[in-house]
Structures are given as structure tokens and as C-alpha cells.
């Protein structure tokens, strides 16, 4: 089992920056790709950004390209998403996830394990 505990949200004004971390307990952190998504109210939930186990590579949506940036810390079971040039938009529940063997980076099902979420708002 893997667990995983988000924290870093908040309110933010349109242009401003945030940094969440995902904090992983359980099993080896390394073994895992982590992705991040997100869900707005009414909405599905979204694929963010997602980066392999050992940090090498990384996969954005469109919509994130040039303003969020992924990494991680396998030394100390982090990982982060650092949120830039932040847009009223970007405005949801933000939850990283783990996924342990193959799977679309980009699809949610894929991934074993989930967050909580944390909220993030972002005002105009």
C-alpha cells in the first residue's frame, strides 16, 4: 500500500505561483511514476503533468506547458509541482497519484494509488 498526502495549496491571485508537494509512505517511492491532476467543480477530472520514476522525463498538458514544472525527490519521498504564471483557470482540486507498472501517463485509471487533493484558487 502507498499513501500519499498533498499540501501546499491555496488562494492565489491571477500571475502568482504556488508549489505543491505530494509526500509518499508505504512503499518505495522510486518504484513509481507519479502524475498530477486536477478537477474543477463540475468537471472531470484532468491530467496535469507526470514525471517517471527516476525524474528523467516529463509530460505536461497543453494547457500547463511553460508555466508548471514537475520533480521529484526520491531520497525523501517527494514530489513537487511547481505552479507558475497561475491563471484564474487553473482554479480546481489538485491530487497526485502513483502508478506502478506501465500505463498512460496521461489517464487517471491508470495510476494505483491517489491523495486527497488539495484546493487551489486562483482570483482574477
Known amino acids: 500500500q502507498v499513501q500519499l498526502v498533498e499540501s501546499g495549496g491555496g488562494l492565489v491571485q491571477a500571475g502568482g505561483s504556488l508549489r505543491l508537494s505530494c509526500a509518499v509512505s508505504?512503499?518505495?517511492?522510486?518504484?513509481?511514476?507519479m502524475g498530477w491532476f486536477r478537477q474543477a467543480p463540475g468537471k472531470e477530472r484532468e491530467f496535469v503533468a507526470a514525471i517517471t520514476w527516476s525524474g528523467g522525463s516529463t509530460y505536461f498538458a497543453d494547457s500547463v506547458k511553460g508555466r508548471f514544472t514537475a520533480s521529484r525527490d526520491n531520497a525523501k519521498n517527494l514530489g513537487y509541482l511547481q505552479m507558475n504564471s497561475l491563471k484564474p483557470e487553473d482554479t480546481a482540486v489538485y491530487y497526485c497519484?502513483?502508478?506502478?507498472?506501465?500505463?498512460?501517463?496521461?489517464?487517471?485509471?491508470?495510476?494505483?494509488?491517489w491523495g486527497q487533493g488539495t484546493q487551489v484558487t486562483v482570483s482574477s
Open positions: 508505504g512503499r518505495t517511492f522510486s518504484n513509481y511514476a
Open positions: 497519484a502513483a502508478l506502478r507498472y506501465g500505463g498512460d501517463y496521461y489517464t487517471p485509471r491508470s495510476y494505483n494509488y
